[in-house]
């Protein structure tokens, strides 16, 4: 391949008529999509772009506005690159052929030595002198003087891939559009909720990004809420790697992204498939249906920041007001076949949570929640928890802290038992009716609102609380149906009580 000796600052120069506008979307999972829109020079037909974008696999896409696209290639050219020196080895190539006096390094002493400079890199120097060529290496250098002072700049050359658009048409002025999903910039979602007022919460999203992909400059940021599908983002195009072909087409058949369980992975693409193809094909014509939210994903409103390649900055997303309620929840211990008994003579752990409803237009989706109040004009703060995705309308729970004034203990006691009632696999099981006690006492100065909860594998009776009995679908092999009881009460500062209820389970002998 012929090569060329360019600057690659100049190949952009050269080849861009206009800065790229660029518009990202950044997905929580290290993935962003980039639109670019920019102005190309291609007055010989071709146009050059200095990078390679680090594309995934079918991602890449290239549009050119009044033209077509033929062909997209890479090529490999030479790149000079000029900066200051920063040490004897940088200077030594612009101090060639000229007179020099080195003083150098021979074990404790030093030798001055004078001569004619013939080559010198980061190792070795060799100097002309009066007796002959000596030759030392460049570490035994302690000062070089020249009679006139030495160019600081140093120049190095190396190769670098660029990317070449080869145009239908020739064009002195091409507009350009790029597309391509990298790896890299991502976006992690933080919320504060301040809890100050004490029925409405003030929300604020932020977003956190790091940026280790590419430089950004003016570049609108869409940050995005859903669960994206990009099947091969673990693969970079082949445009934007140096792999061989036995590289590529065996990261192509890996099992990458648990996306597939089975045999059969994202390889199959080279083989036709009409695994996902609709059985009723002869049921009229097919229509699209695009939803106002961008089908299953929400984007957050534009805007516009710069960042560079490997930096890291917090961006303001929404702030909302919502309503909440505090509730005090607990989960009683779990009674099954092989563990009946639930007696809890120690508290047991009652969280304190908010519940909060969100009353705007638009999503909260999943993110690390720190919740604080104001007090003599200084935040205090309460704790953190995880905010999940929650649509507008919807409520959502925030937990709080364990909470010492609400106690909560349980005691179980047979009341009857029916002996071998039934015999299964070899097993006798006795059928047992249960009474079991709620200990609660409320330590709060103000009315509290108690949500408890528990796992029974049996038949719920009767309980002088109101409660929710909900059947739950099991495949254990034993008799009793599993159970999902709930109950909901208020509890007055300081008031104690005590909740009696009692249900039946088979337990094996």
Not at 430 to 444: F, G, H, N, W
């Given at each position: ?7 690659v ?28 829109n ?68 021979l ?87 301040d ?112 960042l ?22 607990v ?46 004009g ?37 009341t009857?038992r ?40 049996g ?20 008799y ?30």
């Amino acid at each position: 391949m012929k090569k060329s000796l360019l600057l690659v600052g100049l190949v952009l120069a050269l080849a861009t008529r206009s800065v790229a506008q660029t518009q990202v979307a950044l997905f929580k999972n290290g993935t962003s999509f980039y639109s670019k829109n920019l102005t190309l020079e291609a007055k010989q037909g071709f146009a050059q772009l200095p990078q390679v974008p680090r594309a995934t696999f079918g991602t890449f896409w290239v549009g050119a506005e009044g033209n077509a696209v033929r062909r997209l290639a890479t090529e490999k050219v030479a790149r000079v690159q000029k900066r200051a020196a920063t040490g004897l080895a940088d200077l030594l190539p612009n101090l060639l052929g000229q007179k020099v006096s080195l003083v150098v390094a021979l074990g404790e002493d030093t030798q001055t030595l004078e001569g004619t400079l013939l080559a010198g890199n980061a190792a070795l120097l060799s100097l002309r002198t009066a007796q002959g060529v000596v030759s030392l290496p460049l570490g035994q250098v302690l000062m070089c003087t020249s009679a006139e002072a030495p160019n600081y700049q140093h120049t190095t050359t190396d190769s670098a891939h660029v990317l070449r658009i080869d145009f239908a048409n020739p064009a002195a002025s091409q507009p350009v559009s790029l597309a391509y999903l990298q790896n890299g910039l991502s976006w992690v979602p933080t919320y504060r909720l301040d809890l100050t007022d004490p029925q409405t919460a003030s929300v604020a999203l932020f977003a956190e990004v790091l940026n280790d992909a590419e430089g950004l400059e003016n570049a609108q940021l869409n940050f995005v809420v859903g669960v994206p599908n990009f099947a091969y983002s673990y693969l970079a195009s082949p445009l934007a790697q140096g792999n061989t072909v036995e590289m590529f087409i065996n990261q192509l058949n890996r099992n990458s992204n648990n996306y597939y369980s089975g045999r059969m992975g994202r390889a199959d693409i080279t083989r036709q498939s009409m695994a996902n193809l609709a059985a009723d094909l002869d049921d009229g014509d097919a229509t699209t249906t695009v939803a106002g939210e961008t089908e299953d994903l929400y984007f957050y409103p534009a805007q516009k920041a710069s960042l560079p390649k490997g930096g890291r900055a917090f961006f303001p997303i929404l702030t909302a007001k919502s309503p909440y309620e505090h509730v005090y929840e607990v989960s009683l211990p779990a009674a099954n076949e092989s563990s009946p008994r639930a007696d809890q003579a120690e508290p047991l752990p009652v969280w304190h949570s908010i519940s909060l409803q969100n009353t705007s237009s638009q999503p909260w989706t999943t993110g690390a929640a720190f919740l604080s109040r104001q007090q003599n004009g200084h935040s205090l703060p309460l704790g953190q928890d995880k905010l999940t995705y929650t649509p507008p309308g919807a409520k959502v729970k925030v937990r709080l802290t364990t909470s010492p004034n609400v106690v909560v203990k349980t005691e179980e006691t047979e009341t009857t038992r029916k002996e071998a009632g039934k015999l299964r696999d070899g097993y006798f099981y006795d059928l047992v009716t249960v009474e079991a006690k709620i200990q609660l006492r409320s330590y709060k100065s103000e009315p509290i609102k108690l949500v408890m909860d528990r796992y029974v594998e049996g038949e719920p009776l009767r309980s002088d609380l109101a409660w929710k009995t909900d059947k739950l679908v099991s495949r254990q092999t034993g008799y009793s149906l599993p159970h999902r009881l709930g109950w909901e009460t208020e509890l007055k500062p300081g008031e104690a009580r005590t909740v009696t209820y009692s249900y039946q389970m088979y337990v094996r002998r």
